[in-house]
């Protein structure tokens, strides 16, 4: 069985109480060995038309009828930055694990190619194969949804992140600070068509949000210690082989 509809679900579940299993007990304790986990990713959808947009990539479930992707209409995406990392990856596109990483310049790769990321040529732009990222923690200020995302940051699109830092630096402000806006930015090469990241600032983070921050910050230590797959799983993050 490749998928589950939610008529079958429904029997399950009815089955589970018939049969003097608690449910509800079971299903909290499921969420709590898989909330650390479980974090949803904002991606962006890069059009050869121009047409760029962000989308929420959920992860795959059994259900037939729960979609993985929900598309925004958002060309400008406020959000809580609740933390950064710093990775690194020179990963082969077949391979299950990458070849040598790193995150916030520690190297976590039994057999890495250099001591340190600054002395390594994989990691020289425009020559190296190791391609850095900015991963984001964010709360994303959306109406249907309130929980805590993780949007990555092309090379592209590292710049922009760190002149908005430096904005903030010479303001006094920390980043968690503010309402922090995300924009598509068009971008044309004479192969290629994608969309670069603008940053800017909205607005100050109400208490409301960032009481959510607060515990969204605490929950998030299983990923700030390792590279998952889903990091480097788009067009271009990964090399061919040979």
């Known amino acids: 069985m490749s998928s589950i509809s939610q008529k079958v679900k429904n029997t399950a579940l009815k089955i589970l109480d018939e049969t003097d299993w608690d449910v509800e007990n079971e299903l909290t304790q499921l969420k709590s060995r898989v909330m650390e986990y479980d974090l949803a990713r904002l991606r962006i959808e890069h059009s050869e038309e121009g047409k760029h ?85 964010v709360l994303p200020l959306l109406k249907k949804t309130n929980q805590t995302m993780i949007f990555s940051l092309s090379p592209t699109s590292i710049k922009p992140w760190r002149e908005h830092q430096l904005k903030l630096h010479r303001s006094g402000l920390p980043v968690i600070a503010v309402v922090t806006t995300f924009e598509l930015e068009d971008v044309k090469s004479d192969e290629h068509r994608w969309a670069r990241v603008r940053v800017g600032v909205r607005d100050i983070a109400s208490k409301a949000n960032l009481d959510v921050a607060i515990q969204a910050k605490r929950r998030q230590l299983q990923f700030t210690q390792m590279i998952w797959d889903r990091d480097y799983c788009e067009n271009g993050d990964r090399i061919r082989s040979g």
Not at 77 to 95: N, S
Request: hydrophobic share 35%; charged share 25%; net charge negative.
């Open 53 to 137: 947009r962000f989308y929420i990539d959920w992860g795959e479930s059994y259900l037939a009828d729960k979609k993985q992707f929900t598309f925004l209409r958002n060309m400008t995406l406020p959000a809580i930055v609740i933390a950064e990392q710093q990775i690194r990856a020179l990963w082969i596109h077949e391979e299950e694990q990458p070849r040598c990483s790193s995150i916030d310049g520690h190297i976590y790769s039994s057999d890495s190619i250099s001591k340190t990321c600054d002395l390594c040529s994989e990691s020289v732009p425009g020559f190296g194969a190791c391609k850095p990222k900015v991963r984001l923690f």
